[in-house]
């Protein structure tokens, strides 16, 4: 069953689908489910049906029973020889949701039925052709007494005990959904640009009718960007939402039926920080968006996954944009591609946007694929330029929809709507590894030459690295703040290349990678006074951010090796406070120097194995300079951040709270935590709460505060999943993992819960000296952890194992003890395919 699946060996499927019927008798523990399937012959070739963990009660095709000796269950397939052009083969089997702790088919959540069928769920609910790109419309009845019973598509029958559902758009198994439970609506509706009345819902457990609000709210603003932005518009008479408690990852886009991990839909002030409302409104339209580019056009096979994901994600970036501040939108993204990305690129997960092999496909929902695969296509938008990039995707809706696609013909769609040749462009889709651009100037008499070199370094399974085509955008800063050259996109396609600027007269600054044209590192040589001018005056809020980012990371990478500070960034810091009130965002992003993860990625880049406690010292040391230096501003600008009037969850309120407590941070440092204490017995609205609460927690002044939250919210789970993040989190390095042992022996540690186990296990994993303790104690605890989970939700297990991806940047004991934890799991009888895949990959 460890099988390598290869991109080159996808075969067609010899048949079509005209309908699929599906009955569910849902019970808890022995769900009968009957299938009827039309199926009309395409191409010669016997009929191969996936299915797992089911018992298979009959089999037939035209009523006449099957040999259940065709079932190979060793390999989860039933493969029937020798049928005719067409027939409908049935089958009745039964399952068990209660058993179902993986939370892949259909399961139970809080006593309530729900599925999850991507990417390879569907085969534990039936026998089916369990592949994206085999689609048919559905018509799903459900018997059950459970009072709401929801399934794609439309509603055609509604009686107590009984629903029956039509959904006319082909689809693959992967967007098939069904829920069953005791839920209450949110309800409104929402008339498409073509005037057709479209039901909203949004379900939840009755008692959290009031935090829905906000979902329905972004689900509304969603519908309609699509149609403003893409011309998209909804094409059923309904749209539900649900909320499940049990979820593995954050939402999921089913046909006319999306079901969302709880915490990206429950939102109320009191019990959501901005960070949260952000998220649900980014992945409502996210999901919402999915209905044209994933739904009506789907992926031929799982390796075109990012033809999905990272079109989708693109377009909740520009929704997200549109709907906040699109300046600080990108500097966000930057900060989690570098984060998650870079870090798996550069380490033995990297894999290209379109991989050509895996194992378990559940293990490559990754942010190469999402956050990359964005960015590719962002890249794309760049060169090809705005109009170029709306006539392609007009092409490609109306070339492609009710089809299952690769990135072969996204590709084409560019290509013959621009005449643009794109084969180079290609490179980023199959090739892995972030490019390494290096700048240096050459200045005399008014000219400047700018010369650049692209290096990628070898990858898993790629050693050959040929050069991509890179948009570098730039601009130039003259040395009174003045722009000289206003953004200009260099196209660089070979490994080194020139550009050249004449008649300039004093020599300038480069405004290098505006907006971050292009997903790759850059070295440069720059100074603390240039860096210093960028982000005083850089007309590009990405690069002027960048600019101060810089200049920190060199401060901070100095410090963490041994050598002397400078006060380089502190001076240049006292510039963004003085301006802090007229760009509250933009100044607190710069003050959240960068993280010691990120001084670690940077040091292992220029070949120093990091020093985690070294890094956590002198980052500490730094923001403590920082905060003495200008406690008159942090002081200042704390009470001007003050609320006016009540919390609402947008740019402008959550600017002013980001900035504020970034200043309660540094205030902190001196004055004890009394202003961390008043602001968490004052606060009404969560960000600020869960703002001083972790304050609190890094001082170790946090023992009242954690008991006053734990009393206030221990009923609301979401709400105690922050709870459990935070402690680990922000404790001191030498305490955390205690702590997270300690927490981890609570009743309430329901680790069976993605939600909680997430919290608690990634809130250690996120503290980096505490997670890379010299003694392996951190290494110790997620292993233990992983072996506990592995069984019951292999999913979750092995997406976690990432943790451990960067541990060959650490000194020879670090990777030592790592190695053998990893072994130890590795080790284990019955090991997931998931975990083994990814513990295999990580040793490598
Ligand atoms: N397709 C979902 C999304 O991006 C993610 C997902 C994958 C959810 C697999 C569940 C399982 O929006
Ligand atoms: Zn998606």
């Known amino acids: ?40 012959r395409t191409a010669p070739g016997d009929l191969v049906l996936d299915g797992a963990g089911l018992r298979t009660l009959s089999l037939s095709v035209d009523g006449q029973p099957i040999d259940p000796a065709l079932i190979h269950e060793a390999d989860e397939r039933l493969t029937i020889p020798d049928l005719p052009d067409r027939f409908t083969f049935s089958a009745e089997v039964e399952i068990d949701p209660q058993a179902n702790t993986a939370l892949e088919g ?58 029956v559902w039509v959904d006319p758009w082909k689809k693959p198994a992967y967007l098939f959904a069904l829920v069953a439970g005791d839920l209450r609506a949110v309800s409104d509706h929402f008339t498409t640009m073509s005037g057709r009345d479209v039901a909203l819902n949004v379900w939840v457990r009755p008692g959290d009718e009031g935090r829905a609000g906000y979902a329905m709210e972004s689900l509304i603003r969603s519908m309609r960007w699509d149609e ?56 409502i339209g996210h999901e919402y968006f999915h209905n044209w580019t994933g739904n009506r056009i789907t992926c031929r096979d799982w390796f075109q996954l990012c033809l999905k994901e990272g079109l989708t994600v693109f377009r909740d970036q520009q929704f997200t944009s549109d709907m906040r501040s699109a300046a600080v939108k990108r500097i966000h993204d930057v900060q989690t591609l570098r984060a998650r990305q870079f870090r798996e690129d550069s380490g033995p997960l990297s894999h290209p946007p379109r991989p050509d092999h895996y194992q378990e496909i559940n293990n490559f929902y990754t942010a190469t694929v999402y956050e990359k695969g964005a960015e590719v296509i962002g890249m794309l938008k760049r060169l090809v330029g705005d109009d170029g990039y709306a006539k392609a995707l007009d092409l490609y809706f109306t070339r492609h929809d009710g089809q299952a696609c690769t990135i072969e013909d996204w590709i084409a769609v560019f290509q013959d709507a621009t005449g643009r040749d794109l084969t180079q462009f290609k490179r980023w889709y199959t090739d892995a590894g972030t490019p390494r651009l290096t700048m240096t100037e050459d200045w005399q008499d008014g000219t400047l030459v700018l010369n650049f070199r692209q290096d990628i370094a070898p ?72 860096q210093a001018l960028l982000l005083a005056h850089d007309s590009d809020a990405y690069a002027r951010w960048q600019a101060g980012h810089d200049l920190a990371l060199d401060e901070l990478t100095r410090r963490a090796t041994g ?6 960034l502190v001076q240049a810091l006292g510039g963004v406070l003085d301006d802090a009130e007229r760009d509250p965002a933009f100044a ?22 990091p020093d985690p406690d070294a890094i956590h010292a002198a980052r500490h040391a ?3 300079e920082i905060a003495e230096a200008h406690q008159t501003a942090f002081a200042r600008l704390y009470e001007a951040m003050a609320p006016q009037g009540p919390y609402r969850p947008d740019a402008e309120g959550a600017a002013r709270r980001s900035l504020r407590l970034a200043c309660l941070a540094n205030l902190s440092r001196r004055d004890g935590g009394a202003r961390a204490e008043a602001l968490f017995a004052s606060a009404g609205n969560m960000t600020e709460r869960q703002g001083a609460l972790e304050q609190l927690i890094a001082l170790g002044r946090d023992a009242q505060a954690l008991a006053d939250f734990e009393a206030e919210f221990r009923d609301n789970r979401l709400v105690m999943d922050k709870w459990f993040m935070v402690q680990p989190l922000r404790a001191a390095p030498d305490q955390a993992v205690a702590r997270a042992r300690a927490l981890a022996q609570r009743p309430d540690f329901d680790w069976k819960n993605p939600n909680r186990f997430r919290s608690l296990i990634s809130g250690l994993t996120a503290n980096h000296a505490a997670f890379h303790a010299a003694d392996g104690s951190g290494y110790d605890f997620l292993a233990d952890w992983l072996i506990r989970l592995d069984p019951v939700n292999p999913q979750t297990t092995a997406r976690m194992c990432s943790a451990f991806e960067t541990i060959s940047r650490y000194d020879a004991t670090r990777q030592a003890r790592a190695k053998a934890v990893l072994a130890r799991i590795a080790a284990l009888p019955g090991l997931s395919r998931n975990t083994a895949e990814m513990v295999t990959r990580i040793l490598a």
Request: proline share 7%; glycine share 8%; charged share 20%.
């Open 106 to 163: 259909l399961y139970l959540s809080g006593g309530m039925f729900c599925t999850q069928c991507e990417a390879q769920g569907f085969r534990h609910i039936t026998w089916y052709p369990d592949r994206p790109d085999v689609m048919a419309p559905f018509r799903v009845t459900i018997h059950s007494d459970q009072p709401v019973l929801l399934s794609n598509g439309n509603p055609v029958e509604q009686a107590p005990g009984r629903a």
């Open 563 to 568: 050598a002397a500070g400078s006060r380089a």
């Open 459 to 530: 990858t898993p399974g790629q050693s050959e690295k040929p050069p991509r085509v890179i948009p570098i955008a730039i601009g130039l800063i003259g040395p009174n703040g003045d722009e000289v050259l206003p953004t200009t996109v260099l196209e660089m396609t070979e490994a080194q290349q020139s550009f050249r600027f004449d008649g300039l007269g004093a020599r300038p600054v480069v405004s290098l990678l505006r907006g971050f044209s292009a997903p790759v590192t850059v070295t440069r040589e720059i100074t603390a006074n240039e």
């Open 588 to 609: 607190a992003l710069c003050l959240a120097l960068p993280g010691e993860e990120e001084i670690a990625t940077t040091l292992a880049a220029r070949g120093t194995p």
């Open 622 to 624: 730094l923001l403590s």
């Open 1 to 40: 069953m460890t099988a390598t699946q290869y991109l080159a060996d996808w075969r067609p499927y010899p048949f079509e689908i005209d309908e699929t019927r599906l009955e569910f008798h849902l019970h808890p523990t022995a769900t009968r489910v009957l299938s009827q399937i039309d199926f009309r």
């Open 228 to 283: 403003t932005a893409y011309g998209r518009e909804y094409d059923l008479d309904v749209f539900n939402i649900v909320a499940v408690d049990d979820f593995n990852m954050g939402a999921m886009e089913n046909k006319g039926l999306n079901i969302f991990n709880s915490k990206l839909v429950l939102a109320t002030a009191e019990t959501a920080t901005d960070g949260d409302y952000e998220r649900i409104e980014g992945v």
